[in-house]
DNA sequence: CCGGCGTTCCTGAACGTTTTGAAAAGCGTC
DNA sequence: GACGCTTTTCAAAACGTTCAGGAACGCCGG
């Protein structure tokens, strides 16, 4: 019957509570809150009492409780297919840092490119009350049930990568079509006339912008279509091997890859054929990365801003926590053609497009 | 005064509470909860009417408030230098893999490798409450407060890729003495005898035990050490690129390169000096990825497991924190010797080593 | 001495769960 | 109809915060 209404002393194992505090310097809870978040008007002799006692008991606030009182978990939930695509680390570092940058977390997903996951995953989200969401979606069509998901979060949510017509949600992306286009009218003026795709999923958003965009180049250029020369992959290694080899049997002397796997894939094929690039066929691929510095010919390429893109997904996705209403937006960034020797050389080329080609750098392991 | 207890109705904007749900069904909040845990005695009635109205209200069950009475966020923590080095992607992926199978979620956050950055994303993974921590330590000795933070961490702590002999922590690694040793085997026996070294920055403990595997594999094979053959790099594409100017001056007959992104700057020195591998040199270099496929000539090297020392580390640290109390373990993972073309054809090397060599894959954009 | 105003501190009610201990209900037995 | 034993349900106390609404105090002008 002794024990008065808030006295039982800190237990040994457990972190420290803000009622120990309170307790160890002998003022009330409210105080010791004021003193954490430097509320303004807290007595200097008071002040210093409690930030010993913090000190002393190695106090440390619980964000928890913080987060369920505030509504506000100053986290956001970031999906990708996998990060162990060299695409996204750099994208995840973007967002990492901007979201550092505004005081927020970032909790990781991945999808697998399996549509389930990913709807499990935003699920989760959701119930550890994240305060947005980005996506890269997963190759694949919606199901039903995805969809109803996707239009039913009611946070901040963010595509990245991906953007879908008929969603009603913000998204950041490349400019895909921009990228082709530049791809292709670079082929073209190095004099190639019969230009092939190796192309990513046509249900990805981008995969299909990157087709208009090498498509209307072509038409641009005064190029024929050739249809036997567009092989659709699927992003990944293997399939670059498998269209290449496609392709190649088709004689293109010129070949705008969709992607930085995939054009792994389609050298491989190339080195198994005998055939020598940028002799027999000139080349360019999408995304940059540092070891490029190492193949050879030294691939032109585009690179995107991945970065960036993730950055601004971030700082979009915050302004929407922040409360802003605005209409849904779509934001694209724009590419960068890298030019080196895939084509032929850079003097071969009209100069307008010559610059300066950095390797992208990158830190330590 | 006519408002009641527990009565306001469900607020518009907000998602629905457990309260909720438990006033659209006409229950008790214990019985929604015990339907959402599948406690098992409810009765079938009840049960249906508490699930009919979950559905109705779209209500998910807020993990906030469950990590706050439970002690327990089923989140943890991953630091890493910087997840843009592709080294840690996959390390990253293998965690977030046995993490998502045992119902935990990856917190991620960047050190950049910054001290300080490293020291204040402890802090706040503490004080989020995560269930674990995985660190890789950036570069650079512990300052007085960096270590004092580390030993005070009261949870469970795992150190991956790295590990301090005075540090009373777990820690999961590749057996990387193993994997220099081996290397510097490997090009004993395809006949180099002047053997040198591109290190990582000796600070880093695996750093210094391929220093250590280097020496020692030289001794076996009754090589002589020569200091003018061995230099520290930061880990960078930079500074492999300087040490390999560096080093190939003095005319070594074979290299060990001790990470892929000095491999990288490594190359590019050499082609500059119009030098030629395998025939002026031999090269192994660490870690094995996708994109070396496309290298010329092929890369022999050290793959680390990184997937799996990724999982592990997880899973050691899950085990910790289901209460396991055992001494601070060191796991070590055996490297595997892939054995292509760098050091001369494979035909001229004994057959113990040879194997198939997979090319790792990778999936998609 | 009173009223008004600042400053400084506190009490107590949230936030959305889990869980303990106990009450109610159902049912069989004597 | 009293008693015990399950089964089903509940009310209320936690968990560690924030914050609105006051209270206590000192000071000043009247």
Redesign the pocket.
């Known amino acids: 019957m002794s024990s008065s209404k808030r006295s039982?002393p800190q237990k040994p194992g457990?972190?420290a509570?803000?009622?120990d505090v309170a307790r160890e310097s002998g003022?009330?809870?409210?105080?010791v809150?004021a003193v954490?978040?430097n509320k303004s008007?807290?007595?200097k002799?008071?002040r210093e009492r409690v930030e010993d006692a913090i000190r002393k008991l190695n106090?440390?606030?619980?964000l928890?409780?913080?987060s369920?009182?505030?509504?506000k978990t100053q986290t956001i939930g970031m999906i990708v297919p996998d990060i162990a695509n060299p695409f996204f680390p750099m994208v995840v570092r973007g967002a990492e840092d901007a979201a550092q940058k505004q005081g927020y977390n970032l909790l990781l997903c991945n999808s697998d490119d399996s549509l389930a996951k990913e709807e499990t995953a935003i699920e989760l989200l959701l119930s550890k009350r994240v305060d947005g969401i980005l996506l890269t979606k997963a190759a694949g069509d919606f199901s039903p049930s995805l969809r109803q998901v996707i239009e039913g979060v009611n946070i901040p949510f963010v595509l990245v990568m991906r953007t879908y017509p008929a969603l009603t949600k913000d998204a950041v992306v490349s400019d895909d079509y921009q990228g082709a286009y530049e791809a292709v009218c670079h082929l073209a003026r190095s004099g190639r006339r019969r230009i092939g795709l190796i192309s990513g999923p046509l249900k990805i958003s981008n995969a299909k912008e990157r087709w208009r965009g090498f498509r209307d180049a072509l038409e641009k250029a005064k190029l024929t279509y050739e249809p036997e020369l567009v092989v659709e992959g699927d992003y990944r290694i293997e399939s670059g091997f498998r269209a290449g080899h496609a392709l190649l049997s088709h004689r293109p002397d010129g070949i705008y890859v969709a992607n930085h796997l995939m054009t792994i894939g389609l050298l491989q094929a190339v080195e198994e054929m005998g055939l020598k690039c940028p002799e027999d066929f000139g080349l360019v691929s999408f995304d940059d990365y540092p070891w490029l510095g190492v193949f050879r010919p030294r691939l032109t390429t585009v690179e995107l801003p991945k970065h960036q893109l993730g950055s601004e997904a971030v700082e979009l996705l915050i302004q929407r926590i922040g409360g802003d209403q605005g209409k849904p937006v779509l934001k694209k960034l724009s590419p960068e053609l890298r030019i080196r020797e895939s084509c032929g050389f850079a003097q071969f080329v009209s100069g307008e497009h010559r610059r300066a080609n950095p390797e992208p750098s990158i830190d330590s392991p």
């Open positions: 039982k457990k972190a509570s803000i009622s003022v009330s809870i409210f105080t809150s954490i978040n008007h807290v007595g002799n008071l106090y440390r606030p619980n928890i409780a913080r369920l009182i505030k509504q």
